[in-house]
């Protein structure tokens, strides 16, 4: 099973990028999913969750600046993020919770698949 993850790079602080992860239907289209981030030397930290019908949550640290949304009939998930500052320089990773697990959740362990990451890096 794999999730794919693109769209990573460098932007300056105060910039937009919107990263993508796509992923086989069996995994994605009746499940809920999250991105998650790690910055050099910290542990990974949810930035995002929504659930198989579109309901959101995000950590406050990137609330009103990222928008976390899914295309069901592509099979992908989006983390649209606005307003980016250099704090938020970290690997992102795809996550799904698996077939039938269709709410959301803050617990990374209850996430059963993951990408190999992108890279976002934000320049001051």
């Known amino acids: 099973v794999q999730l794919v993850e693109s769209g990573g790079g460098l932007v300056q602080a105060g910039g937009s990028l919107k990263v993508s992860c796509s992923a086989p239907?069996?995994?994605?289209?009746?499940?809920?999913m999250a991105w998650y981030r790690q910055a050099p030397g910290k542990g990974r930290e949810l930035a995002a969750t929504?659930?198989?019908?579109?309901?959101?949550y995000y950590a406050d640290s990137v609330k009103g600046r990222f928008t976390i949304f899914r295309d069901n009939p592509k099979n992908t998930l989006y983390l649209q993020m606005n307003s980016l500052k250099p704090e938020d320089t970290a690997m992102y990773y795809c996550?799904?919770?698996?077939?039938?697990?269709?709410?959301?959740?803050?617990?990374?362990?209850?996430?059963?698949?993951w990408g190999q990451g992108t890279q976002v890096t934000v320049s001051s």
């Open positions: 239907g069996s995994i994605f289209s009746a499940a809920a």
């Open positions: 996550a799904s919770r698996g077939i039938g697990r269709v709410y959301m959740s803050t617990n990374e362990e209850e996430y059963t698949y």
């Open positions: 929504i659930s198989r019908a579109g309901s959101t």
